[in-house]
């Protein structure tokens, strides 16, 4: 029985360990279904460019010619952006 004692410890702990484990997820899945999701505006650096572009575009103190300049220069950068389909993947 001597032995033994450091697998009995060993199993009592991880069974316990378990058992808050479960426990936990459990009332993870409660508080889900009871509490509903807000979604945030999308923030990081894509969206902040996305939102950067969009002012320049909109704003009428820059020249046409400007504009388009803009446009070419950042249009491959767009292509270059992934896709949330490649980023699933």
Same mark, same amino acid.
């Given at each position: 029985?001597?032995n !033994?004692?450091?697998?009995? *410890?060993l199993?009592? *702990?991880?069974?316990?360990?378990? $058992? *808050?484990f479960?426990i936990?997820?459990?009332?993870? $899945? !409660?508080?889900?279904?009871t509490?509903?999701? &807000? &979604?945030?505006?999308e923030?990081?650096p894509? +969206? &902040?460019?996305?939102r $950067?572009?969009? #002012?320049?575009?909109? /704003?009428?103190?820059? /020249?046409? +010619? #400007?504009?388009?300049?803009?446009m070419? +220069?950042?249009?491959?950068l767009?292509e270059?952006?992934?896709?949330?389909? &490649?980023?699933?993947?």
């Amino acid at each position: 029985m001597e032995n !033994n004692t450091d697998i009995i *410890v060993l199993t009592s *702990v991880v069974i316990v360990l378990f $058992l *808050v484990f479960i426990i936990a997820t459990v009332r993870e $899945l !409660n508080t889900m279904t009871t509490t509903k999701f &807000e &979604e945030k505006a999308e923030g990081g650096p894509r +969206a &902040e460019m996305l939102r $950067l572009i969009g #002012k320049l575009f909109t /704003d009428e103190r820059i /020249d046409t +010619a #400007k504009k388009i300049t803009f446009m070419n +220069a950042i249009k491959p950068l767009i292509e270059d952006l992934p896709t949330d389909e &490649e980023k699933k993947n």
